[in-house]
Each structure stands twice: as C-alpha cells, then as structure tokens.
C-alpha cells in the first residue's frame, strides 16, 4: 500500500493485489520491501515463491519482474 502525505484514509495499492500465487502479478508471502530511489521501484523478498521481484511504482504497472 502506499500513502500520499497527510492522507491516512486513502491507499493505493502498489504491488500484487490480485490474492497470494506465483504469477508475476502476485505475491506469496512477502518478507522485506526495499525502495529503489533511482529506478522508482519497489524490491520485494516473496519468500513463499522464492524469489526476489522488482515492482515499478509508475502508474499503470500491472506485474513485477523477477
């Protein structure tokens, strides 16, 4: 989920979202969330698929890659 400053009400969802699975549009198990400043993206450690995935934060972005 992501939050724009100020608002505690409004949520976004970022990464995954379509329930837990192994496709490159879900997560299984998430452990640990990094922010890549300089690709604007998300590293996600998905321990139930055992792999790491990048995830773009840009608007429209409908899977990670592995």
């Known amino acids: 989920?992501?939050?724009?400053?100020g608002d505690k009400t409004n949520g976004q969802v970022v990464a995954g979202g379509?329930?837990?699975?192994?496709?490159?549009?879900q997560l299984n198990g998430p452990t640990d969330v990094l922010i890549d400043?300089?690709?604007?993206?998300?590293?996600?450690?998905?321990?139930?698929?055992?792999?790491?995935?990048?995830?773009?934060r840009r608007s429209g972005t409908?899977?990670?890659e592995i």
Do not use: F, H
């Not at 989920?1 to 400053?5: G, H, V």
């Not at 379509?18 to 549009?25: D, E, K, P, Q, S």
């Open 62 to 64: 409908t899977q990670g």
């Open 1 to 5: 989920m992501q939050w724009k400053n």
């Open 18 to 25: 379509t329930g837990a699975g192994n496709g490159l549009n």
């Open 37 to 56: 400043k300089e690709t604007n993206s998300l590293i996600i450690c998905d321990w139930g698929n055992q792999r790491v995935v990048r995830w773009s």
